[in-house]
């Protein structure tokens, strides 16, 4: 049973990794704005200069 | 293609408008003005013409008018405004109001398209910001403002920055983050618990140990790092001598984390570890439910916010941009189209025609004759003039307003909230218990004092009670919200529970900014109303284009030699025959009196009526101030009292109405009534409310579009929903009640605990059971009953 103790450390380890990821996003900015990528994932690039409505 | 006739509705391919003249066509798209001509030719020119395939119309209506960034030359100005800059690069962020849609994103992130000196640009749509790296050397912040003003998106640059003050507020608080941390430690807590709940056998005993120590690990960072502010909070309120909720959530927390300790270092319990994160978690959840906030819109405002941020000077006849703080008495000043005044002045030259809408709240721009005194904050809607400071700029006739207390003093305290009353009690009822338990079991034993104080701590740790007024009010405010009345913050609902005086503005509160009310006194043929209407289609004046829409989808003349003096009147031929529309001093020399705003039109010569515009009240007014029969309700307007019998029915009183007020005389009066221990809401919308907004215990401005400019208020509603306003405050009434509901839920699951913490038996998996329970309760109750209450009031 003491592999237990390993198992307990490494979802430990993993849980902390996803934390530090979380901090990573949350100082770089990431989630300050939720909403414009969504609009922006939307728009495609230019398909031609004759591209006209 | 020249002057030809529209036979049906044509609408502007940029902005969507109604086009009242065919001169604007190319390539068989036809535009309302040069303005949005010239931004499609822009966008054309530059291969970006898909952003008109994204949406239908998402260009903004452009009238032309002067360059007007020059004093963004000026280092000491322009420093104010960017983030960041060096020889090579520069960082600025500006807020764009129009940014409405996706197209505007599309577009403004391809501004490198139209100058290669723009590195990269970024939008934050909800914000309306938009972030420009460029380069200095190859473009200076005042080509980049003229660049965005050129395809339609003219950047607010104010001296009150908003954009600097909302990042500060995101980057100082770590709330998330603190969180992110509780959440992390209560589910990993919560996992090694649960072996102990099931039963470990004998065989097991090591892991027991192990599993406290990790328990112990985990607490540290709930403790010490996200449950950090409840202590300093708590220790701050008892040096100031008082009690609030702060103070037995803080007790909570650290006899739940010396117990936790304890017992596992003894070796004789499990301890509290997942309680003590889950009440942490739960807390910090619910404050951030509580900090709801509205991006693009801003309860802060003073004239600082819409004033312009430098003005030209005059100085031997050349021209100068100066910072409006450096602004002096018996200066020169030139303002151009569509800019405000800055500063009480006399009129030197020009013709002045000042739309006073940002002030009270009129919109048919008032014309001014020279040499008279012009009162800061309207603006200049015809063609440049020239006036002479008379007064500074923080001493005119409507910003002295801000020199008043009403404006220094701290605002915190206007109203305790239930919440901070009740807070008060309780904990010394808790207390009180906890102590009479302590010394109920000393005679007996020591240990099961002790442990019965902190099981009664614990237990009766007000979490719910934390959390009943945060859930309840960030689902009231989402019904406001929905229902397009936006608050400054949770607070405000409770405060709009109390009050019993409603007091109005009248000029843009009750009557509507944007539908003058247009009458025709006279009576013309089809032949006439055709030559009326072509004439007036040319102007861009308000009134001409009030008077268009009045006649609605009619056949258009040819009009031959038209002629417009700005703000007076237009003549023009049609068939030879000359058609004169104008004010009465344009067509006869001879002033309309002041109460009423008339545009009298003769045909060849023949005088054939007039247009009498009068104000519309809102839709719904009578209905709305009667059904507040319980509330006592006042007018105070700055107006002359010419609308005081239509408006007798509907405040049944004159003693009720004030007119002739002053912007400083609307402060006293509310100040009055609330010496007269009225809880006082104040309805009104331009600057000259602003005193009274900011006095009153609930100021509430009103305005048709949530992006213009309001002033610092507590609330902002908007005009479609200004009839909704007793259903508001009755709801408000529901919110409170459903607090104290839930309340006395929280009570009733703190005496289940406390039967059990009195005889000292906590057994840590009752406490988180009991509390996480408490917990989803009390948010379900408030979600569900805010919800109820609302359809109730039919606001959903």
């Known amino acids: 049973m003491s592999i237990i103790y390993f198992l307990i450390g490494c979802s430990v380890l993993l849980a902390l990794l996803f934390l530090l990821a979380f901090f990573w996003a949350q100082r770089t900015g990431q989630n300050d704005d939720l909403y414009t990528p969504s609009v922006r994932i939307l728009l495609d690039d230019e398909t031609g200069p004759q591209d006209k409505k | ?796």
């Open chain 2, 1 to 796: 293609m020249t002057e030809s006739i529209f036979t049906e509705k044509t609408t502007c391919y940029h902005c969507g408008d109604e086009c009242l003249s065919t001169s604007y066509i190319v390539e068989n798209k036809s535009f309302c003005c040069l303005g949005c001509k010239s931004v499609y030719s822009i966008l054309s020119a530059n291969n970006l013409c898909s952003y008109y395939n994204f949406n239908d119309h998402p260009g903004l209506t452009r009238a032309r008018t002067d360059k007007r960034f020059d004093y963004l030359d000026e280092p000491s100005v322009a420093k104010e405004f960017v983030d960041y800059t060096d020889d090579n690069l520069t960082i600025v962020t500006l807020y764009i109001p129009h940014i409405h849609c996706s197209s505007c994103i599309w577009l403004l992130e391809k501004l490198n398209k139209f100058n290669p000196g723009i590195l990269y640009s970024r939008i934050d749509f909800l914000k309306k910001q938009l972030n420009i790296k460029y380069d200095t050397k190859q473009l200076s912040l005042k080509q980049l403002v003229e660049l965005l003003f050129d395809i339609g998106y003219e950047p607010l640059i104010s001296l009150q920055d908003v954009i600097k003050k909302q990042n500060r507020v995101n980057t100082q608080d770590n709330l998330v983050q603190r969180i992110a941390v509780a959440g992390f430690c209560f589910g990993n807590v919560m996992l090694l618990s649960f072996p102990e709940y099931l039963g470990l056998s004998a065989f097991e005993q090591t892991f027991k140990h192990f599993f406290g120590w990790l328990n112990i690990m985990f607490a540290l960072p709930v403790v010490f790092y996200s449950g950090r502010e409840y202590f300093v909070s708590a220790w701050q309120n008892l040096r100031n001598r008082v009690l609030n909720i702060d103070f037995p959530l803080a007790l909570g927390i650290v006899v739940l984390f010396a117990r936790t300790v304890i017992e596992i270092l003894t070796q004789t319990g499990a301890g509290f570890a997942d309680t003590l994160c889950g009440l942490v978690f739960f807390l910090l959840v619910g404050k951030f439910v509580q900090r709801k906030t509205y991006h693009h819109i801003s309860f802060e405002r003073d004239y600082r916010s819409f004033f312009p941020v430098a003005v030209q000077v005059i100085t031997n006849n050349i021209e100068r941009p100066v910072p409006l703080a450096d602004l002096k008495v018996g200066q020169r000043i030139v303002l151009r189209h569509n800019e405000i005044i800055p500063a009480d002045a006399i009129l030197l030259k020009g013709e002045a025609l000042i739309d006073f809408s940002f002030v009270t709240g009129e919109s048919i721009p008032i014309s001014k004759t020279l040499g008279e005194i012009i009162y800061a904050g309207g603006r200049q809607t015809s063609e440049a003039i020239e006036l002479e400071v008379v007064k500074p700029v923080s001493q005119s006739y409507l910003t002295q307003l801000w020199n008043n207390e009403a404006f220094t003093r701290q605002q915190d305290n206007r109203m305790q909230t239930f919440n901070e009353r009740v807070s008060k009690y309780f904990t010394v009822i808790l207390l009180a218990i906890a102590f009479a338990s302590l010394i109920f079991w000393l005679p007996t034993s020591l240990n099961r004092g002790l442990a019965a104080f902190t099981a009664v701590l614990i237990v009766a740790c007000p979490c719910a009670l934390a959390l009943s007024t945060p859930f309840t009010m960030s689902a009231a405010l989402s019904i406001f919200d929905k229902n397009f009345f936006y608050l400054k913050n949770t607070a405000v609902v409770e405060q709009m529970a109390k009050i019993d005086t409603v007091v109005f503005d009248k000029t843009g509160t009750i009557t509507t900014a944007t539908e003058n009310g247009i009458m025709l006194v006279g009576a013309l043929t089809g032949r006439q109303k055709q030559m009326i209407y072509s004439v007036c289609s040319n102007s861009n004046h308000p009134l001409s284009r009030m008077i268009c829409r009045y006649f609605g989808k009619i056949k258009k003349l040819p009009i031959a030699l038209y002629k417009e003096m700005p703000g007076k009147g237009i003549t023009a031929f049609v068939d030879n025959v000359e058609v004169r529309a104008g004010s009465g001093h344009f067509m006869f020399g001879q002033h309309d009196a002041a109460d009423a705003t008339k545009v009298h039109f003769t045909i060849n010569g023949e005088y054939l009526g007039h247009f009498l515009f009068k104000q519309n009240y809102r839709g719904g007014l009578q209905q709305t101030v009667d059904s507040l029969s319980t509330y006592q309700t006042f007018l105070i307007s700055g107006d002359s009292d010419h609308e005081k019998r239509e408006l007798l029915p509907v405040f049944k009183t004159g003693d009720r109405m004030g007119f002739n007020q002053s912007p400083q005389k609307k402060l006293d009066f509310i100040q009055l009534l609330q010496r007269l221990k009225g809880k006082v809401m104040m309805i009104g919308d331009g600057l000259n409310d602003a005193g009274a907004l900011r006095q009153s215990d609930l100021g509430i401005a009103v305005t048709d579009n949530i992006n213009n400019f309001s002033p610092g208020c507590d609330a902002i509603l908007d005009g479609r929903s200004f009839n909704k306003l007793p259903a508001f405050l009755k709801f408000s009434k529901n919110t409170v009640t459903i607090i104290h509901c839930s309340f006395l839920i929280s009570l009733a699951y703190n005496l289940i605990g406390l039967s059990y913490a009195v005889s000292g038996n906590l057994s840590p998996l009752t406490a988180a059971i009991l509390m996480p329970l408490s917990t989803a309760t009390i948010i379900s109750f408030t979600t569900i009953a805010t919800h109820f209450a609302a359809k109730r009031r039919k606001l959903l």
